[in-house]
């Protein structure tokens, strides 16, 4: 079974940086889209940014300049570099990726169990 674990979270003053990591682990056969969503209580979950497996990446116009998405496919995994962090960027941040498991003709979308980003003075 394919699993997705998330760390690097934390507390950090407005301006600091973290970086957020997700390891996929399981019978992977191939990885497409991987990405990184949050959500704070009361709002919808929205994407942060993406990253495909040619490198492709989009993020969401409130950290254009910020935050660096990339993935290393030998360690499947994917990497949320934050930098200049806002109070408005507090969230749990979640991990997306869509992977198809070895014996499976098709991918399937999971997620990781999410970890919390504060950023407060």
């Known amino acids: 079974q394919v699993q997705l674990m998330e760390s690097g979270g934390g507390l950090v003053q407005p301006g600091g940086s973290l970086r957020l990591s997700c390891a996929a682990s399981?019978?992977?056969?191939?990885?497409?889209?991987m990405g990184w969503y949050r959500q704070v209580p009361g709002k919808e979950r929205e994407l942060v940014a993406s990253?495909?497996?040619?490198?492709?990446?989009k993020y969401v116009d409130s950290v254009k300049g910020r935050f660096t998405i990339s993935r290393d496919d030998a360690k499947n995994t994917v990497l949320l570099q934050m930098n200049s962090l806002k109070p408005e960027d507090t969230a749990m941040y979640y991990c997306?990726?869509?992977?198809?498991?070895?014996?499976?003709?098709?991918?399937?979308?999971?997620w990781g169990q999410g970890t919390q980003v504060t950023v407060s003075s």
């Open positions: 990253i495909i497996s040619g490198g492709n990446t």
């Open positions: 997306n990726a869509k992977i198809r498991e070895r014996g499976y003709s098709f991918a399937g979308l999971y």
């Open positions: 399981g019978r992977i056969f191939s990885i497409n889209n």
